[in-house]
């Protein structure tokens, strides 16, 4: 049996195909052609990998003897998985980088490991990988803060409250129009998550010429199919002839960012409101397929899998443990505690625990706040303000958000305000879809926007960064400030009333008939 017929054999044992057999051994998937064709024989490094990694001899490998290839495959050797074959948001080591910058961001004293970090995360997928990836793991949670951080961030909610300035207000509400803000929380969370997943993931060196072209910038409306007739689309990275368009749908696609909500209400239909975060974590495997998760998110579901518990389901091997989001899973507890955005913020705190820590955590406390206070008044600053009251004041998030609000009242131009989120972080990099230049995008665009719901829904998205879940968050809160009725027909249109989900049992459902359930949670003790 000549060595490429072996080799042939391997891999198609081990069921590899030739491309993820071309990555585990670092050559091109040309190269393993020949050798598997005859046309040519690898060098005897990778000679001596391939008979490591399968556990087969040099001889058996290189003379082809067929008994003692066919006996050293049949023995028992360790199972391992195949690591090529794993999703990067469920193989930690596959984004040991954004672990390091995201461990420098909490100030843990890791520079040391810089080199480590980078070195590990360039290895192919397998074994070695993965007992480095556990390592730089141990070396994290061992990792103590550098002296001089500025910041105190609890992830624990008493001492969240303990660090916080202006709270334990209870604001009172109109009962009357109460359902009509609920209903407008809903549809204006629906829209403006609409606008934004035509372009998620768009960065602005190619979404703005995109809108340009199509007469739609500044942004005033939504991005229609239509739009992108006559435009080179082909020249860009983002794929936009694959998103769905307002103009062709007939209500709204399924999106996480929805899913969360929906998923929320029947967590307290069936839990109540003294759902524990265990309660989450199960409704998490009962309701939704791992594949509905994303980032932080999936490894916290994968974790739950393992039998990690909150609040270690949201720390281990957890390199997203920062990003959006924890923020973008927090609206009903706002809508069911209309008033009182202590409570809101503390439902909020037992949701985000399961998957996210400190400033991850902080945003969806503060989206929840907000949205209990929305429900009192359409005064933008008295929102934002109350929602930044629930969280820590000695944290990064609450520092950030500071920094716009401060900018918007000194005078800062709109232009000049979001050009400041962006100096700040970089959208071409995962600072994309961290927590805090996003909250600070939410905020800047309810501040602007000056409660002119299309207005603010745009302002949001034609910015970049994570542009579905800004514009839900906008459209959230103006729905809730201002009432179904003030959301104009043309944002309601394509949503039709109808929801779509990826929540098992619940394919569709109508906003109208979600948002008087909602009443029913308020009312219910």
Known sequence: MEIGR???????????????????????????????????????????????????????????????VVEEMGKFRPIKPQYQNIQDWEFYPADLTIEYEQSLAEGLDVERYKEIFYAASRLPKGEIKKKLGDVLFDIVVSAKQKEGYPYTEPSELDKIKALRKNANRVYSYDKKGLEDKIHGAWMGRTCGCMLGKTVEAARTNELVPVLQNAGNYPMHRY?????????????????????????????????????????????????????????????????????AYCTAERVAFCNFVKGFAPPESA???NPYREWIGAQIRGDYFGYINPGNPELAAEMAFRDASISHVKNGIYGEMFVAAMLAIAATTNDIEQIVLGGLAEIPYTSRFYEEIMRVVDAYRSGVSQKDCF??????????????????????????????????????????????????????TVGSVLGMANGIHAIPEYWKKPINDTLYTNIFGIDKVKISERAKLTMEHINAK
């Open 419 to 472: 050009a400041m989120i962006h100096e700040r972080y970089d959208e071409y990099t995962n600072d994309w879809c961290h927590t805090h230049p996003n909250a600070m995008i939410v905020v800047a665009s309810l501040l602007y926007g000056k409660g002119e719901y299309g207005k603010s829904i745009c302002m949001s998205v034609e910015t970049g960064f994570d542009t579905d879940c800004n514009g839900a």
């Open 223 to 291: 991005l229609y199919r239509t739009d992108l007739e006559g435009q080179d689309l082909d020249k860009y990275v983002f794929n936009f002839k694959s998103r769905p368009y307002a103009d062709e749908i007939d209500g709204m696609p399924a999106d996480d960012d929805m899913n969360y909500v929906v998923l929320a209400q029947e967590i307290i239909r069936t839990c109540g409101k003294d759902f524990t975060s265990y309660d989450v974590a199960a409704a998490w495997l009962k309701y939704q397929p791992k594949d």
């Open 6 to 68: 072996i080799i042939n054999r391997l891999r198609n044992e081990a069921k590899l195909t030739q491309a993820q057999f071309s990555e585990v051994f670092g050559v091109s998937q040309q190269a393993v052609q020949k050798w598997e064709s005859g046309l040519s024989t690898p060098d005897l490094d990778k000679i001596i990998a391939i008979s490591k990694y399968f556990d087969v001899s040099l001889d058996a490998l290189i003379l082809g003897n067929d008994n003692r």
């Open 315 to 317: 720390i281990y091997q």
